[in-house]
């Protein structure tokens, strides 16, 4: 169900830090969501936003409040793989106040991430779902996404092993000659 306040979508800046660490951090404690056993904080938050706008893109969804502007969702790219073939490829995430996910936060933001990231010369993008996950499923779908395999048993949180199934959607088109390498991200 949507929510009744218009969001507001533009790149974080370290200052969004603490709003996106406060975010997260549920994900980290109460759920299997996230296979981080700590929540990050503030500072490592800002040293994750530095690096993912120096060249991917990390997003905040903010409402507008009495007291003013308040991060409720964000989402970011950072590199797939350290192989230098991988990349035109990243790897995204998105996350939303607990009670807000399945309001169409996710959606506004991937859309705006996906645009970001294609102009800046990326041509894939992967998400690892945690299962199970319906709500994250059915938002990758959703966005385009298809199911490309899932890592068995790959990850142990409140005391058991978690699979981790892989989504793939490709951004923009092909726009070289055969055998001619695209253009460098940027």
């Not at 797939?80 to 035109?88: L, N, V």
């Not at 499923?137 to 699979?163: C, I, N, Q, S």
Request: proline letters at 7%; aromatic letters at 10%; a negative charge.
């Amino acid at each position: 169900m949507p929510h009744p306040v218009p969001l507001t979508v533009r790149d974080a800046t370290v200052a969004d830090a603490a709003a996106c660490a406060a975010l997260y951090a549920p994900y980290v404690r109460e759920t299997t969501i996230s296979f981080e056993s700590d929540p990050p904080d503030a500072a490592e938050v800002a040293r994750r936003i530095a690096r993912a706008q120096e060249e991917h893109a990390w997003l905040v969804a903010e409402e507008t409040t009495a007291d003013g502007p308040r991060v409720v969702a964000y989402a970011y790219a950072g590199p797939f793989s350290g192989r230098a073939a991988y990349r035109w490829s990243c790897e995204v995430s998105v996350y939303a106040e607990l009670g807000r996910r399945r309001s169409g936060v996710g959606r506004l933001l991937y859309g705006a991430l996906f645009e970001r990231l294609e102009q800046r010369g990326y041509r894939a993008v992967f998400a690892g779902v945690a299962e199970p996950n319906g709500a994250s499923a059915g938002l990758h779908a959703a966005m385009g996404f298809e199911p490309v395999g899932t890592y068995r048993r790959v990850g142990w949180k409140h005391g058991a092993w978690r699979d981790v199934t892989w989504w793939q959607r490709t951004l923009g088109e092909d726009r070289e000659a055969p055998g001619e390498a695209p253009a460098e991200p940027r």
